[in-house]
């Protein structure tokens, strides 16, 4: 079994900031990418941010410049620096970690339970 649990959601001025960590645990062989996607009501999940093992890293246009996303290996962890939040950023952000396991030889998606970020004055 294979959990993420994220953490550092809330509530936050507009122009202010939050970091969200998503930490990885359970039977784990290999961590390819991890990264963020969120979803507002009525709306497809949609990509914000994605790490590769390597560090490689790729941003939504609408995040590009305020957003961070980084990784720590050793603790099967990512995490997301959200700078100059912007009200339009309101919404639920879930994480991933595309695992790969040696015993199927394929890769599968494992998805965070979800974290509220709220920007409003």
């Known amino acids: 079994q294979v959990q993420l649990v994220e953490s550092g959601g809330g509530l936050v001025q507009p122009g202010g900031s939050l970091r969200l960590s998503c930490a990885a645990s359970?039977?784990?062989?290999?961590?390819?990418?991890m990264g963020w996607y969120r979803q507002a009501p009525g709306k497809e999940r949609e990509l914000v941010a994605i790490?590769?093992?390597?560090?490689?890293?790729n941003y939504a246009d609408s995040v590009k410049g305020r957003f961070t996303i980084s990784r720590d290996n050793a603790k099967n962890t990512v995490y997301l620096q959200m700078n100059s939040l912007k009200p339009e950023d309101t919404t639920v952000y879930y994480c991933?970690?595309?695992?790969?396991?040696?015993?199927?030889?394929?890769?599968?998606?494992?998805w965070g339970q979800g974290t509220q970020v709220t920007v409003s004055s």
């Open positions: 991933h970690a595309d695992l790969y396991q040696s015993a199927t030889m394929r890769t599968y998606r494992y």
């Open positions: 359970g039977s784990i062989f290999r961590i390819n990418a």
């Open positions: 790490i590769s093992s390597g560090g490689s890293a």
